[in-house]
């Protein structure tokens, strides 16, 4: 089910509102008004896949007793968490790749195919509840968290509809204090922001994100029209709808998160001001970030064994976030890409580095993440390189837009809001009225384009 | 570890007046645009008609004209806009076959499946001859089937078994929805006196003919300013093929059951791409256009053989002869035209595309 859907807004969130609040002196059937509903929210997708998210859920669940109960055997409970679920993203995300791969391959070596041609559908938001429910298993594994022994508060956090399918990822820390101690009554306070940054949410998707893609998605569906201009054009434009497109999902999450009287932690931190790229994954799916480091990077030794060692760390994180977000090569490439660059940033003296005034610094680490979405967004690597030629002005510059001098002059001012406007987390609550006046019609703005649904960008991962 | 505040409203009494607010005015936009919408009706959605239709609503008086004529007609032609230029007459002529054509506004192949069924459901022997105008949208994957195919009864019938349904959320969500708004305004910009002859500007005759009763005016008093219409379709045109990214398999689908029941009952179907000009063929080549033109050309062949069909592809104009100067805007051909191509297609035996 979409957020941005005339099922989930006047349907599904109302009745789940509803009886989320009515049930408010019965902790235990909120709990399981929760997870069904997140369960319902899920399937109605294809309930086929809410199995697989059950059978993840029940694994971590029970490997989180077994450290608890055996300490001794913690490392084999942990393994057979990690197993499961990597296994299962192995399965649903990557084994067709890695079949495609090898043929690919052994064809390239004139050999006849070895895998069979899978067609395997990827579960939506499989990557983020695998990493949030083995993000339980470890933190139990390092005595973080002490193992839950309530099987239905444990599938609520792996479960909540509001950032199931594609984050923020959430720790158990994060949320296991509030649902053990759910509200009692809600909170105006709390609905009011709730409902604000659900409606800025919705806006930034649909007015801004879909817009900019009814531009430049005609331009990229046949790369080898693309020339100078147009090639940049389309680089800048898919940086911002990327931008409002996965923030925006944030936003809703977080909205929804307050109108059921829960804090989730915020995804997006004006990325695009970074002067660094390192800077830039600290402001960028802070969740993601800081997951591949507390449970990737630092596991791997961090900056602990000397400057070669962490440079490796650095690369083969980005690596696997990388290939987190999908089973094909542009995304390995771009997660080497971003790699690449931490390291060039490491191995740069910071005396020399201070002396770039920010505001260029910022800029050419706007440039490097507006290549690297290049190769992101691309279909396929061949894609990536014909895209990048034409923005070398290998391909000239004589070939016009087809949308005049708007579609320039509306990615700036979106980039420029990128730049300069604050994160929704941070805009004080309006006090008038008046305001709240404006973001009803914006809101209702936001529902006469409800009939033309579009799935948001992070979904594919 | 990620940032945790939140943007609330400190003091709860100002909260919950903005939140009270906010409320109220949704709901009261949203009431206010749901009544407009009814009472308007723009799409003839409801029975009633307080204003006169702003938008084409040719598929609830062919499906009715279809339903209530006798003898059932010995020819049908089927298709979108783009088609409803090729005259009954004219195929009678070239036959002598009575013909109806039941081409309609924005066509998808539900549309042809449903207008086949009905015209074979009336009493009398199978058509001797089904002509099909197919517009390479007709199998588009991301279009959702037309809202007036969705809100004729008649025709929904005869696609029980095809999976079309609107929920009755969709159908509440139309009435939220900014394109049944849009088309309200307009409705209520339109002034009293101007509505009726505007929707009386395309008629429709006993048989199905478009007369276009403003524009064909024009031309004949050499006025019609044919560059600026073909400038406007562009736009219109290029945001046709934006995500049209491969041919619908299940549009095919019900293209091939189209083709398999004509075929099946000795119908003689004559398949033709319909012509764009080539002002507009030339701004479309940077679109999907090309490649889905192929697709469906090459999904053509295959029934070229196996159902023998005719299929002639007419999009480039200059391959039958026609008169450039004889079209409305960049895709809808004039009767001449379209007289110029039924003459090459109803001679034709075999696949040309």
């Not at chain 1, 599904?12 to 008004?33: E, H, S, Y």
């Not at chain 1, 659900?198 to 569906?221: C, E, N, R, V, Y």
């Not at chain 2, 806009?81 to 039941?102: C, F, H, V």
Request: hydrophobic share 50%.
């Amino acid at each position: 089910m979409l957020f941005n859907s005339y099922v989930f807004i006047l349907v599904f969130l109302p009745i789940v509102l509803f009886a989320w609040w009515a049930t408010r002196g019965r902790p235990r059937l909120r709990l399981a008004t929760l997870t069904a509903a997140s369960y319902f929210f899920y399937g109605y997708w294809d309930w086929r896949f809410t199995a697989l998210m059950a059978a993840s859920t029940a694994v971590d669940f029970y490997c989180g007793l077994g450290m608890g109960r055996h300490p001794s055997a913690r490392g084999r409970y942990l393994a057979a968490s990690l197993v499961t679920n990597l296994g299962v993203l192995a399965v649903f995300k990557y084994l067709g790749f890695f079949g495609r791969s090898v043929n690919a391959l052994v064809a390239a070596l004139g050999t006849e195919p070895v895998f069979p041609e899978l067609h395997i559908i990827l579960p939506v938001g499989i990557s983020f509840y695998t990493f949030q429910s083995m993000s339980y298993s470890i933190d139990v594994y390092r005595s973080k968290v002490e193992p839950t022994t309530d099987p239905l508060l444990f599938a609520a956090y792996v479960s909540m509809f509001p950032q199931l399918v594609a984050g923020p990822i959430v720790r158990f820390t994060d949320v296991e204090a509030q649902l053990a101690n759910l509200p009692q009554r809600p909170s105006a306070p709390h609905l009011e922001a709730g409902f604000r940054l659900f409606a800025f949410g919705l806006f930034k998707k649909l007015w801004i994100a879909d817009t900019i893609a009814t531009w430049i998605d005609p331009q990229l569906s046949n790369p080898m029209s693309l020339d100078l201009f147009s090639g940049w054009w389309c680089a800048l434009g898919y940086t911002a709808q990327l931008y409002f497109d996965f923030s925006a999902y944030s936003d809703m999450a977080v909205g929804l998160g307050l109108l059921l009287g829960l804090r989730l932690p915020q995804n997006f931190d004006s990325p695009y001001v970074s002067a660094s790229i390192s800077e830039f994954w600290r402001r960028w799916h802070i969740t993601l970030s800081s997951w591949l480091r507390d449970y990737l990077y630092i596991p791997l030794g961090g900056n602990r064994h000397g400057r070669t060692r962490t440079l490796l760390n650095l690369t083969v994180t980005m690596f696997l976030g990388g290939l987190w977000h999908g089973a094909n090569w542009t995304f390995v490439v771009w997660g080497l890409f971003h790699g690449l660059l931490l390291v060039v940033g490491a191995l740069l003296p910071k005396s020399i580095v201070q002396l770039v005034p920010r505001v260029a610094r910022v800029g050419i680490t706007f440039l490097c993440v507006v290549l690297g979405w290049v190769i992101f967004r691309a279909s396929d690597l061949a894609e990536a390189w014909l895209w990048l030629r034409a923005m070398s002005g290998a391909n000239g510059a004589a070939a016009a837009f087809g949308h005049g001098r708007a579609v320039p002059l509306l990615i700036v001012m979106s980039l420029i809001g990128c730049w300069l406007v604050p994160n929704m987390w941070q805009l004080r609550a309006p006090r008038s009225r008046f305001v709240a006046v404006g973001l009803a019609f914006l809101f209702f703005a936001c529902i006469l384009r409800l009939g033309e649904p579009s799935p948001f960008l992070y979904f594919q991962f | 570890m990620a940032p945790d505040s939140f943007p609330v409203q400190e003091d709860a009494a100002v909260a919950r007046r903005n939140l009270v607010v906010f409320l109220a005015v949704t709901l009261v936009l949203g009431a206010s645009t749901i009544a407009t919408n009814v009472v308007v009706n723009p799409f003839g959605k409801y029975p009633w008609r307080v204003l006169p239709p702003v938008i084409e609503t040719a598929r609830t008086e062919k499906s009715a004209a279809l339903s209530a004529t006798a003898p059932k007609p010995q020819a049908l032609i089927l298709g979108s806009s783009r088609t409803m230029k090729l005259a009954p007459s004219d195929i009678r002529e070239q036959t002598g076959l009575t013909t109806y054509n039941a081409s309609v506004h924005s066509a998808r192949a539900e549309d042809l499946l449903a207008f086949y069924r009905l015209a074979e459901r009336l009493d009398g022997p199978p058509l001797k001859l089904l002509v099909i105008g197919l517009d390479v949208e007709a199998a588009h994957n991301t279009v959702q089937p037309d809202a007036r195919l969705l809100n004729n009864k008649r025709l929904l019938a005869e696609l029980a078994d095809q999976d079309i349904e609107r929920s009755s959320l969709a159908a509440f969500g139309e009435d939220l929805g900014w394109p049944t708004l849009r088309a309200s305004i307009s409705s209520l910009r339109v002034s009293p006196a101007d509505r009726w002859a505007e929707s009386s500007q395309t008629t429709f005759n006993s048989a199905g003919f478009v007369t276009y009763g403003r524009d064909e005016k024009l031309k004949s008093e050499n006025i019609f300013n044919l560059p600026k219409r073909i400038a406007s379709s562009k736009q219109e045109y290029v945001a046709r093929f934006r995500g049209f990214d491969q041919l619908d398999a299940v549009r095919l689908g019900r293209l091939e059951a189209l083709f398999e029941a004509a075929s099946s009952r000795g119908t003689r179907v004559v398949v033709f791409l319909t012509p764009l000009h080539p002002e507009l063929l030339a701004h479309l080549q940077a679109t999907n256009l090309v490649a889905r033109l192929n697709d469906l050309r090459n999904w053509l062949h295959t029934f070229c053989a196996t159902k023998k069909i005719v299929a002639y592809d007419a999009t480039d104009p200059n391959r039958f002869g026609a008169d450039l100067h004889g079209f409305f805007d960049g895709a809808h051909a004039d009767r001449n035209n379209m007289r110029k191509l039924s003459h090459v297609l109803l001679e034709l035996d075999g696949c040309a595309l």
